[in-house]
């Protein structure tokens, strides 16, 4: 460095020396993200399906199901159940309800549901149990859980499947894409 570009350098310095920086005030930064959305919407309707669930599970109708052991849609070709029953769609996730009360069971399968829907998922197995363990050794999940599915609209048909995926115990579902 030569000695004219030193005594600047000093010159510089001794005149900047008390110098504070400014603060600044009311500035946002633009390097930072923003928050993700609240899906205010979709938790309030979430919560409505969640509600008319539990009031059609609580009402007086206790319409019984002769043939509980399966469910079609009105209006679509038997074909499904069969295809269904032999697992020609692959399950793709579950959901075990064993030890639940039965309002418990149905708010969770109803969360089940709304979120297999929201995932796009078309086979999912529902294991309520077989009643072994309840008073009188009836089934209650059983019959309540399968009254449910038949209520739901992304419901199209649901079977008992085989015994090594649950049997009695357990009902395969197909939803609508």
Known sequence: ??????????????????????RATKRIEPFRKLPP???????????????????????????????????LRPGLPRDILRKL???????QDHLDLHGLT????????????AACTRRGLRCVRIVHGKGLRSA????????????????RDEVLAYVEPRAVQGGGGAVVVLLEA
């Open 37 to 71: 959305p609240f899906p205010a919407k979709r938790i309030e309707d979430e919560k409505a399906v969640l509600e008319e669930l539990m009031r059609l599970a609580l009402d007086g109708d206790d319409v019984e199901i002769e043939e509980d052991s399966s469910y």
């Open 1 to 22: 460095m030569s000695k004219a570009r030193v005594v600047e350098s000093r010159v510089f310095r001794d005149a900047v020396k008390d110098v504070e920086p400014i």
């Open 102 to 113: 039965g309002d418990g069971a149905a708010a969770e399968m109803a969360a089940f549901l």
């Open 85 to 91: 029953r032999r697992t020609h769609w692959v399950i």
């Open 136 to 151: 009188g050794r009836e089934p209650v999940l059983k019959k309540r859980i399968r009254k449910l599915l038949t209520r």
